[in-house]
């Protein structure tokens, strides 16, 4: 059997157009119908592409020189953007960005959720899309004897050096991550090595309340000792007094996951409280938070607009987290059931509500798709439900419990376009019509795009 040729060779250079671009954010560019992607590009644009790996189906490319360039091209600000792969779209106009999310989404209902009836509102979009991320997890290596930070290089476990700062995210996280670094550096902890499993502080998370201002600084380490901890715990808490929690998490595996099974409180509280609105909310290590404040507002905003509410609703509200939307809703509903696979975020939802004097809110630790058929077994109507799942999207029970649960509504939000897709053809087979689709920018400068989409139940 001969072996089909490319129309491309590795190494090879060509000159060509792109028309399109992925959910990556790369370019895609096409040679007789064989397609390229290449990151750093633009629809619209021409240029010559080196192609740096070859599939039978498909090459990627590295821009080598534009020949024709969009006038949406701007200069990435960040120094190390094309090494680190965190951002895709800092080379476009804020604007542009704003438009493909917009047609990604289109796109994705179209191609996969063969769903043409529906408009998608324009992006909503942040005033100033940068410093925006209230989380930073950032790895720690070490370099000459000292602990050096920095994002992994694109498709790698190389820190990438010299990197001081990330411009999406927030200043205070930015200095906490170099405080700790430096700080931890002179009392000579050692960085984890993943190669040989040995050394000990593998992450620095940190994340600060917006509205609070509070810091919670999460050490991620190999070993269930700290040492040098009551050092390191004197010199951050003297000099940054923002900070309220300081917490280990011991991760003794080998896995790319960053934190590990078991956290500890080294000083401080377990939480920090942000605000959203008028609600308070207990965040600890563990829990889900979203990770950009302003555009949280937006989408919870806009949550509450679909969900319709009148004050006489149950509203289930599945893949809860914290109960953030549980509890943005109950002020509105008669009663808000909330489910979460984390145990310590359902304690966070709990206490949340308490907190608030919020008591018309129910909060159940497990695995949505099996808690929801449970739910129905025990005579549960729900008026509305919230679907918030991760990239993956629903399970597939979890769809079905819902159109046996037969809500009048459904407010999906989505951080997957196409999971978002493919569960919307089958909400809309099962008598659901997608009546509102709303992009909101909750990643500027990535690729990711959030969606929120209202559901309206086609016959009683
Ligand atoms: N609605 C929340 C959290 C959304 S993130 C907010 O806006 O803050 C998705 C959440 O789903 C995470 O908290 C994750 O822990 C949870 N999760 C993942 N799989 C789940 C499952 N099978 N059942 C219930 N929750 C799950």
Redesign the pocket.
Known sequence: MSKTATPIKKNELVTIQFEDMTHEGNGVGKINGYPIFVPNVIPGEIAKVKAIKVKKNFAIGKLIELEHVSPERVDPPCDVYLQCGGCQLQHMSYQLQLEMKQKQVENALKKIGHIQHVKVEPTIGMEDPWRYRNKVQIPVGEKAGELITGFYRQKSHDIIEGMDRCIITSEVNDRMVEAVRAIASKLGISAYDEQTHRGILRHIMVRTGENTGQTMIVLVTRTNELPHKKKLIEQLTQNFPSITSIMQSVNQERTNVILGRRTKCLWGKEYIYDTIGEIKFAISAK????VNPTQ?KALYDKTLAFANLTGGETVI??????G??SLFLAERAKKVYG????PE?IEDAKQNAKLNGIRNTEFVV????KVMPWWTAQGLKPDVIVV???RKGC?EALLQAMLQMKPDRIVY?SCNPSTLARDLQILEDGGYQTQKVQPVDMFPQTAHVETLVKLQRRYP
């Open positions: 829990s889900f938070y979203q949280t509200d599945a893949y809860c987290g914290i953030t939307i489910v979460e696979i984390v975020a497990g695995q949505a798709e918030d799942p991760p399970d939000v």
